[in-house]
């Protein structure tokens, strides 16, 4: 917890360091500004000593007039600072948090395939923007509470040891008492702020999980659990969070008990220096000016060191993944893929999930150039595992993955994807228009690029029944589409992305029959002078490929044509056509 809260510091030290002229003008500002609200209370000591001086009542007024010029200079003099430093803090502070939230964009977008997989998006969501949200914060305490704080402490220490040793040694000893209680109070909180947020975080990830699934909700009559679940992580919220308030609720009052402890305390040693000559009505307006601008300081304070806390309590889930090192990364000058032939080897590969669960084990498979293979096989068999270690979604155990003869893990990831254009079996579109999602498999493709693209995917018969056509908005994840639209718009994205390895994953697996006989000539035209591999469990798609490898359990069993596995008797590819083809398993 210690370790992830000065990381945080570090993280936030490091981004404001970029900006170190700001911060320095901010700096000067504040301290100016928080110096003329110490020193102001000198002159009206000035002003009630002069009031009760016995002189001239000519000469008292004089004097008053003189002081309160000083004032009024002193005054304008901070209402500058602190506008200067206010309007100077806006550019510093935005700047800032620009840089870290694109930080916190980048490095979360670097993190694998299965960390997403792992990992609720709105919990995501939630912990980078609380991220920047949290430098705001800190930062506005620093300049607005802290600073002041120390700068004011310093003067009214220095101006009271001035006057006696006593009223200056007594202020130290209550603050050092106060700061050490307040820092060990907000210390034993964290752990409190801690679980608020991370239950915070449950709720949110459980709320973006039912809002995903409303139609589930709906149509399972799940409302009434989810409502339960929700309340319940609510509650867990509100347990927490109403310890937590009562926490601050017993600093606040310890604190204030100490407060009216200094108040009389003071104002009983100077009444003794009163007694003895050495304090002046003017003194003890100076000394109630310094008390109540230490209770506002100090009762700050107090707060401060706990919502400072609290923040970084928030932040620290996002410093977590900050810290957590990406699960696949490029090895050091790595270079990037050149394809000229699209040859694909798999060479004696051994995979495991989360290092337990078995997939491959000496797999080899070898793809020759623009060969056009199929992946069969039941469920959890190894199909989509091939393509999502070729794609490089997960390290290899043991083994080489080759493309052309180039080593997948050290290229870089980049241009590895750059090379291979997938179609998924569930498409997922983007909140943006349909040119928008398309243009995505080539960001500068002209118009019409996109358009001829819309056309072979037979796209651009529904895009144009649409009132704003391609400027037609998709939805969140392409919900306004139907699961056919979405992958024929996935199938155009890929024919203008034209890279030389193409992967189908199911891609007509939510075509009606009329959309799939339309889009058959597309994928012909796609798969033209392209290393091929497709994914189907229709078997009627993937009849006419060049070769067809049935997989079952991590291991491939059967090789071939399609002509050559329907003449293996009592083979597995056999028994599926005529299961699929004929209704029944041949004896």
């Not at 998924?424 to 983007?430: K, M, N, R």
């Not at 024929?488 to 390895?501: D, F, H, Q």
Request: proline share 2%; hydrophobic share 45%; net charge positive.
């Amino acid at each position: 917890m210690e370790y992830n809260t000065r990381k945080t510091l570090e993280i936030y030290l490091a981004h404001a360091g970029k900006y170190k002229l700001w911060g320095s003008i901010i700096l000067f500002f504040v301290i100016s500004g928080a110096a003329t609200n110490v020193i102001t209370p000198l002159f009206y000591k000035k002003f009630f000593d002069t009031l009760v001086s016995g002189q001239i009542k000519e000469e008292i007024v004089s004097g008053l007039i003189s002081v309160l010029a000083l004032v009024l200079v002193i005054k304008i003099a901070g209402w500058i600072s602190w506008r200067a430093a206010d309007f100077m803090s806006v550019k510093f502070q935005r700047s800032v948090i620009a840089d870290l939230s694109n930080t916190c964009f980048k490095y979360l977008h670097k993190h694998s395939f299965s960390y997403f997989n792992n990992n609720f998006t709105g919990s995501l969501v939630k912990r980078v923007s609380y991220f920047p949200r949290a430098f705001e914060e800190i930062s506005d305490r620093i300049a607005w509470n802290f600073l002041p704080l120390v700068v004011s402490i310093v003067i009214i220490i220095a101006v009271l040891f001035s006057k006696n040793i006593l009223l200056g040694a007594v202020i130290l000893l209550w603050l050092f008492i106060v700061v050490a209680l307040n820092w060990f109070l907000a210390k034993y909180k964290l752990k409190y702020d801690i679980k608020v947020s991370e239950a915070y975080t449950e709720a949110t990830g459980f709320l973006s999980d039912t809002i995903t699934n409303n139609s589930n909700v709906k149509l399972f009559c799940g409302f009434k659990r989810e409502v339960v679940g929700f309340a319940g992580l609510n509650e867990r919220i509100r347990k927490l969070s109403q310890f937590s308030w009562n926490l601050n609720g017993i600093f606040e009052a310890v604190q204030v008990f100490f407060i009216v402890m200094l108040e009389i305390g003071m104002f009983y040693i100077g009444i003794g220096l009163w007694e003895k000559g050495n304090f002046t009505i003017g003194d003890f307006v100076l000394l109630q000016a310094y008390i109540i601008i230490i209770f506002q300081n100090t009762i700050n304070l107090g707060k401060m060191i706990r919502m400072t806390y609290h923040d970084l309590a928030d932040a620290e889930e996002m410093t977590v993944i900050l810290n957590t090192p990406h699960e696949i990364i490029d090895v050091p000058k790595a270079k990037d893929l050149k394809v000229t032939e699209g040859k694909i080897e798999f060479k004696d590969v051994d995979f495991y999930y989360h290092m337990t669960r078995k997939i491959f084990e000496k797999f080899s498979l070898s793809i020759a150039s623009r060969e056009r293979v199929a992946l069969i096989g039941p469920s959890g068999a190894g199909k989509t595992t091939v393509v999502k270690l070729l794609l490089r979604n997960h390290d290899i155990s043991r083994g080489n993955i080759l493309v052309d003869g180039q080593n997948i893990s050290k290229v870089t990831q980049e241009s590895l994807w750059k090379n291979i254009s997938l179609v998924p079996q569930d498409p997922i579109l983007f909140h943006r228009t349909l040119l928008e999602n398309i243009r995505y498999g080539k960001p500068e493709a002209a118009d019409e690029e996109v358009v001829r693209a819309a056309k072979l995917a037979h796209c651009h018969e529904f895009i144009s029944s649409f009132p704003k056509e391609y400027d037609t908005y998709v939805g969140e994840r392409g919900v306004k589409l139907s699961g056919g639209e979405r992958q024929r718009v996935a199938i155009a994205r890929a024919i203008l992305r034209n890279s030389p390895v193409l992967v189908l994953d199911e891609a007509t697996s939510s075509l009606d029959s009329e959309s799939e006989s339309l889009i058959q000539d597309a994928l012909v035209n796609l798969m033209k002078d392209k290393t091929v591999i497709v994914i189907a469990h229709r078997l009627s798609t993937i009849a006419k490929m060049n070769r067809i490898i049935f997989i079952d359990n991590g291991e491939i069993k059967e090789s071939g044509t399609h002509e050559d596995l329907l003449g293996i008797k009592n083979g597995k590819y056999r028994k599926l056509w005529e299961l699929q083809a004929c209704g029944f398993i041949a004896e």
